[in-house]
C-alpha cells in the first residue's frame, strides 16, 4: 500500500509561482508513473499532468502547459510540481496520485490533497 502526502499549498498572489511536493510511502517509489489533478470548489477533477518513472515521458494539461512543471526525485521518494505564474483560475486542491499502468491512465493510490489559492 502506497501512501501519498501532499504540502506546499497556501495563498498566493497572482502572477507569483508556488512548488508543491508529494512524498511517497509504502512502496517503491520509482515503480509508479505519477500524476498531479486539481478539484476547484463545486467542479469536477482535472487533469494537470504526469511523468513516468524515470522522467522520460512527461505531459501537461493545455491549461498549465508553460506554466506548470512536473518533476520527481526517486531517491527522495517525491515528486514536484512547480507552478509559475499562477493565475486566479489555478485555485484548487492539489493531489498527487501513482499509477502502475501509463497507457491506461488509471491511478492506483491517491494523496489527500493540498489547497493552492490564488488571489487576483
Known amino acids: 500500500q502506497v501512501q501519498l502526502v501532499e504540502s506546499g499549498g497556501g495563498l498566493v498572489q497572482a502572477g507569483s509561482s508556488r512548488r508543491l511536493s508529494c512524498v511517497a510511502s509504502?512502496?517503491?517509489?520509482?515503480?509508479?508513473?505519477m500524476g498531479w489533478f486539481r478539484q476547484a470548489l463545486g467542479k469536477e477533477r482535472e487533469f494537470v499532468g504526469r511523468?513516468?518513472?524515470?522522467?522520460?515521458?512527461?505531459e501537461y494539461a493545455p491549461s498549465v502547459e508553460g506554466r506548470f512543471t512536473i518533476s520527481r526525485d526517486n531517491a527522495r521518494f517525491t515528486v514536484f510540481l512547480q507552478m509559475n505564474n499562477l493565475k486566479p483560475e489555478d485555485t484548487a486542491s492539489y493531489y498527487c496520485?501513482?499509477?502502475?499502468?501509463?497507457?491506461?491512465?488509471?491511478?492506483?493510490?491517491w494523496g489527500q490533497g493540498t489547497q493552492v489559492t490564488v488571489s487576483s
Open positions: 496520485a501513482a499509477a502502475v499502468n501509463w497507457i491506461s491512465r488509471e491511478y492506483n493510490y
Open positions: 509504502g512502496g517503491t517509489f520509482s515503480n509508479y508513473h
Open positions: 511523468i513516468s518513472r524515470r522522467s522520460g515521458n512527461i
